[in-house]
């Protein structure tokens, strides 16, 4: 007959009260954080469960630099989504940044991580391979939302960045683009490389060369993906007819500089962003790009987290939510003879 383990016999194997014990499986204050991990560690060797029910949903907003999610309006929408499906369900949300700079972040990811009233949604936009080790070892439930670890195994919710910068590529390609360049976000989060893969599978497709002096590496707010552009600009003997930029904001800043240096857009040089953000539908002129479902991103999250049936799977699930790609004003059809050498002023703006 199989004993049910309880905290007095927990205590029993550390040698620490049955007091301690319950208020370290609490995560209550007055324990301190040794004493609550050799509680932990016995608890789990000796095959203790909690039989504590997820109360809520704990959005957990992973910042290294803020670079990326500072800037983007893609991430309120995310979040409307978890929150909106989340009281569906009949969850609160609680929202949290998490900054791997800040002295004190070991400290928050264990309060965070061992809360086994709470369900995790870690936003890993900004996150590095390095920085999934803490929460592949989280005691409660998690689920990867726009991020990618080679490493480790997290159920997760992302974007078919890939395929999606394929399609956008496969889109100038139709245009009669043949020399597209690529304006490479400076901070190479995950998606920014997967996107990056869709490019150089759609030049390589095509035969089209892949020339160093296309690839421009630029910031990633606005005013430094401008100030990168107009340096760029001023240095390049030969542009591109088109450009694929890792994202919109990206795209916005980098068309402001161009015409700032004397390129029409389109007229002179195509521009593809990715994330359809609001303000890329009032751009000069309005911005073609690649269409995320932020909401539904952020519900799917949710929805995956608190399913019955992922209770007891082991094995981890990816979910791929597909984009779509949005024409609007950015792009230019053209022609053999208009893809010779650009020059500012070649072409006009449509």
């Known amino acids: 007959m199989i004993m049910k383990v309880n905290i007095r016999k927990i205590s029993e194997e550390t040698g620490f009260s049955m007091s301690t014990v319950s208020n370290a499986l609490n995560r209550k ?17 000796l095959g203790y469960h909690a039989e504590e029910e997820i109360t809520k949903i704990r959005f957990v907003i992973f910042r290294r630099d803020g670079r990326i999610i500072d800037e983007s309006s893609f991430h309120p929408a995310v979040i409307e989504g978890v929150e909106r499906q989340a009281k569906l369900m009949g969850y609160e949300t609680i929202f949290c940044y998490v900054d791997i700079n800040d002295s004190d972040y070991q400290e928050q990811l264990h309060d965070i991580l061992t809360d086994m009233q709470s369900a995790v949604v870690l936003l890993g936009t900004e996150m590095l391979e390095e920085d999934y080790e803490p929460y592949a070892a989280a005691k409660n439930r998690i689920i990867l939302l726009d991020g990618r670890s080679d490493r480790y195994a997290f159920d997760s919710v992302l974007i078919n960045d890939t395929d999606a910068a394929a399609g956008a590529m496969e889109y100038l390609a139709e245009k009669g683009h043949t020399r597209i360049g690529y304006l490479r976000g400076e901070s190479r989060i995950q998606a920014f490389r997967s996107r990056e893969m869709g490019y150089y599978q759609v030049m390589n497709q095509h035969g089209f060369s892949v020339k160093p002096e296309y690839i421009a590496t630029v910031g990633t707010r606005i005013e430094t993906a401008y100030r990168s552009m107009k340096e760029y600009l001023e240095k390049a003997k030969e542009v591109p007819t088109a450009f694929f930029a890792d994202n919109d904001v990206i795209a916005i800043g980098c068309m402001q500089a161009m015409k700032e240096c004397g390129y029409g857009v389109p007229g002179d040089i195509s521009v593809i962003g990715f994330d359809d953000v609001a303000y890329g539908l009032v751009s000069d002129p309005p911005l ?21 049936e992922g209770k007891d799977r082991q094995a981890k699930v990816k979910i791929q939510v597909c984009a779509e790609f949005v024409e609007r004003g950015s792009v230019k059809e053209i022609t053999q003879a208009s893809s010779k050498k650009q020059t500012p002023g070649h072409g006009t703006d449509l």
């Not at 204050?29 to 060797?45: H, L």
């Not at 519900?299 to 995956?304: G, K, L, M, S």
Request: hydrophobic content about 35%; overall charge neutral; aromatic content about 6%.
């Open 29 to 45: 204050k007055g324990v301190n954080r040794e004493t609550a991990e050799k509680i932990w560690k016995a608890a789990e060797e």
């Open 288 to 308: 073609s790009t690649v269409h995320v479902y932020k909401q539904e991103l952020g519900a799917r999250a949710v929805c995956e987290l608190l399913s019955t």
